[in-house]
């Protein structure tokens, strides 16, 4: 291959990945709004209802949300704006990660409320980290931001510690998905 030639195939490449930006400019935002929604709605009620509802509460919170997530992605699908060989390894990344969770929790006899509620904080913003470190500075960021509120929640105030979450966690989620939905991110 000559020089000319590489060239023009990095130019033809550029384009491609410039032509799926804009095809898809701001879809991921949409997932963290309908996350930051969910956390709003999950934590802040876990401030205020009896702990044995609350595994019912957040099972019905994260049917909706992945419901709802699935929904938006066959919409965008439909339009077609959205054609990417990446949503079946980004669905089992996150189940892999909820599949971890799910073992630490086991293993390791977590039955407190307020410990698996930051254990899977602290989950979703590592995977919020790896998958900024692929895609976007602004994800990571976010992940980080996740992990420092849900740690700084849980050692200042406890007795609190889910409404920061659902108020810092989720605004922080339905702030920085409303930013990439807006700039086409």
Do not use: C
């Not at 595994?55 to 992945?66: A, D, T």
């Amino acid at each position: 291959m000559d020089e000319r030639q590489a060239r023009d195939d990095l130019k033809t490449i550029r384009q491609i990945m410039d032509r799926t930006r804009k095809g898809s400019a701001g879809y991921g935002g949409w997932f963290m709004v309908i996350a930051g929604v969910t956390w709003l709605i999950g934590f802040t009620a876990g401030q205020f209802l009896p702990e044995a509802y609350l595994g019912w509460m957040w099972m019905v919170l994260n049917i909706s949300m992945i419901g709802i997530m699935i929904w938006t992605a066959l919409r965008w699908r439909q339009r077609g704006n959205v054609r990417s060989a990446l949503w079946g390894p980004l669905f089992f990344y996150w189940l892999a990660l909820v599949a971890f969770d799910a073992l630490i929790v086991w293993l390791f006899n977590v039955n407190d409320g307020v410990r698996i509620g930051l254990l899977a904080l602290l989950t979703v913003g590592l995977g919020y980290v790896l998958m900024g470190i692929l895609f976007h500075w602004l994800i990571a960021a976010v992940g980080i931001l996740i992990a420092v509120f849900a740690v700084g929640a849980f050692l200042l105030v406890p007795e609190y510690f889910p409404l920061a979450m659902g108020f810092l966690g989720g605004g922080l989620l339905i702030g920085s998905g409303s930013w990439m939905v807006r700039s086409g991110k």
